[in-house]
C-alpha cells in the first residue's frame, strides 16, 4: 500500500494545503460569501456502472453551491473489492493509480462511505471525502436547499459509522430538507449484510441479516429508505423488492439535489 502519514506524524504539505483550502471555504461561507472550491469527482465502480444519477445528482448539489465539480475521466476501480478479497497486489497497482489521478486535487468527493473508507485509510489519501462530511464537518453546510415531500429514513452503513465516521452529518442535511419527514430507523447501526464480497461467500448469513434490517425499515412506514452507500442500497433494495414493499431506496445525494 502506499505509504501514509500516521498519529503523531507531522503533516505533509499535501494535507496542509487541503486543509487550508477547505478552511477559506468554510470561512468565506460563514461570512456570506463563496470561495468556490474545484472538487474532482470519485464515481466508484457501483455508481458509473449501476447508478449514474447518483453521480449526477452530487455536482448538482456542489454546483447550487457554487463549486466547480470536474470528472477525471481515466478513474477506474478504487480496489476495495481486491482487497477485501486477499488479492493485495492487486489492489496495490490500484492504489497507485488512484493517487495518481487524484493526488494532485486539492478536495476529491465521492457518494460512497466505503470506497472513501478504503482510499483513507489503506492508501493514506486523505483529499477524498465522502459528500455529506465534505458538506457539514468541513464546508459547514448542512442546508443545500433541497425539497422532498416524503417520509424518509435514514441506514447508517458500516463504513460511514466506523471508518469514514461521518457522524450525524447525514441526519443534519435531511432535517433542513423542505417536506422531509424523518423517522429514525430501528437498530440503525446494524449491518444489512451486504459487506461486498461477505453477500456472496456468506449468502445465508448475507439473507439473515437482510431479512432483519427489512424488517426494521418496514416498521418505520416510511416510503424511501436513505444510506451513504449504493452497495448497501442494491442490498436493501434487493430485499424490498422480494417482500413487494413499497418502500424506495434512495441515495442521499439524489434527495439533496431534489428541488
Known amino acids: 500500500m502506499l505509504s501514509r502519514c500516521g498519529s503523531g506524524e507531522a503533516p505533509t ?3 496542509v494545503r487541503i486543509a487550508r483550502a477547505l478552511r477559506i471555504a468554510s470561512s468565506t461561507r460563514r461570512e456570506g460569501n463563496v470561495r468556490a472550491l474545484r472538487v474532482a469527482l470519485f464515481i466508484t465502480c457501483f455508481n458509473d456502472t449501476l447508478f449514474p444519477r447518483t453521480g449526477q445528482a452530487v455536482v448538482e448539489v456542489l454546483e447550487r453551491l457554487g463549486h466547480e465539480v470536474v470528472f477525471p475521466a481515466e478513474q477506474t476501480c478504487c ?13 496495490d497497482r490500484l492504489a497507485r493509480r488512484f493517487a495518481a489521478i487524484f ?9 460512497s462511505s466505503s470506497c472513501v473508507g478504503t ?10 471525502f465522502e459528500l455529506s462530511e465534505l458538506l457539514v464537518q468541513h464546508l459547514g453546510v448542512d442546508d443545500v436547499g433541497a425539497s422532498f415531500p416524503h417520509r424518509v429514513t435514514y441506514h447508517s452503513t458500516c463504513h460511514s ?16 430538507v423542505r417536506g422531509l419527514d424523518l423517522v429514525e430507523l430501528p437498530r440503525a447501526a446494524e449491518c444489512c449484510g451486504f459487506g461486498g464480497t461477505f453477500s456472496i461467500k456468506n449468502a445465508d448469513t448475507s439473507s439473515a441479516m437482510l431479512d432483519d434490517k427489512i424488517d426494521s425499515i418496514e416498521t418505520t412506514g ?14 436493501i433494495g434487493g430485499g424490498l423488492s422480494r417482500r413487494r414493499s413499497p418502500v424506495r431506496p434512495l441515495h442521499l445525494a439524489e434527495i439533496l439535489a431534489s428541488a
Not at 103 to 111: A, F, Q, T
Not at 122 to 127: E, L
Open 161 to 176: 459509522l466506523r471508518v469514514t465516521r461521518v457522524g450525524d452529518s447525514p441526519l443534519r442535511l435531511l432535517r433542513n
Open 103 to 111: 493526488g494532485d486535487y486539492d478536495v476529491v468527493v465521492s457518494p
Open 13 to 15: 504539505t499535501a494535507q
Open 119 to 128: 482510499v483513507r485509510e489503506h492508501y493514506g489519501m486523505t483529499n477524498v
Open 222 to 235: 416510511a416510503e424511501f429508505c436513505t444510506a451513504l452507500d449504493a452497495s448497501c442500497l442494491l442490498q
Open 79 to 91: 480496489g476495495q473489492m481486491h482487497l477485501n478479497s486477499g488479492h493485495v497486489d492487486e489492489a
